[in-house]
């Protein structure tokens, strides 16, 4: 346990490097009802480095659109104002959370991959059981697991203890963060979406994802998907941090969440749903790739 945990690591947080001063303005456009496409573009345009990184998103096996996106708000046509926004953010968050030179830390690589391996997942799961529609799928699994980024910026050699705890012990990295830390990366990972203002279904994935009936009635549903997809990308080798031997899918707190909105699912083969997100593969490697070049 470490005294004054909360004041301490949220000074870590107070240290990562700010959001570009353009997120601000995107943010408050993504948390508008007013918000229409010239209103972005004019704001993404001021940024001609993430211009190009949303024109490379679009354009990307990710999306597999037909036609060829040449402008900004030709891409926010296509896709939207909430799912540019979100890539946009994405883009930020994983270039604010990028360690220092010199500055050790967690296999970031591996832990971006099951991010983005989650996100990707996400979106094709709420597709494949018939969730619904949600905006911000992709991102929502991204920035899930961030509170982990937290805490090894805050203490890198007691994280690393915590990680090969879970490898010794079989225990989740959550039990193994509790028991070193008092407090577990979900914790964390609400309080920095918290500091850096993002839309409140951004805080409640970050928060609730290993504890989907703690989220409210308005975003469980979209944290019990991203939750559901964690522990799909885990079991198609996109893990980060401890195993998931014995995990039985449909015993999973978001399945069951998950299963009041589309009793459907009961029947669904889930080991067959695994093997079949292979295909996925393509698309969590052309965004890593897009993510961290």
Request: hydrophobic share 40%.
């Amino acid at each position: 346990m470490i005294d004054n945990f909360r004041e301490k690591v949220e000074e870590t947080i107070n240290f990562l490097p700010p959001l570009p001063s353009v997120m601000t303005d995107l943010i408050e456009a993504l948390n508008s009802e007013d918000a229409d496409f010239r209103t972005l573009g004019q704001i993404i345009s001021r940024d001609p480095s993430m211009a190009m990184d949303v024109l490379k998103i679009a354009n990307s096996a990710f999306y597999g659109l037909q036609n060829k996106v040449t402008s900004i708000e030709q891409a926010v046509r296509m896709l939207g104002i909430s799912e540019i926004a979100s890539l946009c953010i994405s883009c930020s968050t994983t270039a604010s959370l990028k360690a220092p030179k010199g500055v050790e830390t967690l296999d970031l690589r591996r832990f971006w991959r099951h991010s983005v391996a989650t996100g990707v997942i996400a979106k094709i799961v709420c597709s494949q059981l018939n969730l619904g529609r949600w905006d911000s799928l992709y991102l929502s699994g991204l920035i899930h697991d961030v509170g982990a980024v937290v805490l090894d910026r805050f203490r890198h050699d007691v994280y690393q203890e915590i990680l090969d705890l879970t490898s010794k012990e079989n225990i989740s990295v959550l039990e193994a963060e509790e028991r070193v830390m008092g407090a577990s990366h979900d914790t964390v990972g609400g309080w920095l979406m918290t500091k850096w203002r993002l839309p409140q279904v951004f805080v409640e994935v970050a928060s609730y994802h290993h504890s989907v009936t703690r989220a409210s009635d308005e975003y469980r549903t979209v944290v019990a998907i991203v939750s559901l997809a964690d522990t799909f990308a885990r079991l198609t080798q996109h893990s980060f941090d401890g195993n998931m031997n014995g995990v039985i899918v449909s015993e999973t707190e978001a399945f069951k969440v998950l299963e009041k909105k589309n009793p459907g699912m009961k029947d669904v083969d889930m080991v067959k749903l695994v093997w079949d997100l292979d295909s996925a593969n393509e698309e969590i490697e052309t965004m890593e790739k897009l993510l961290h070049p």
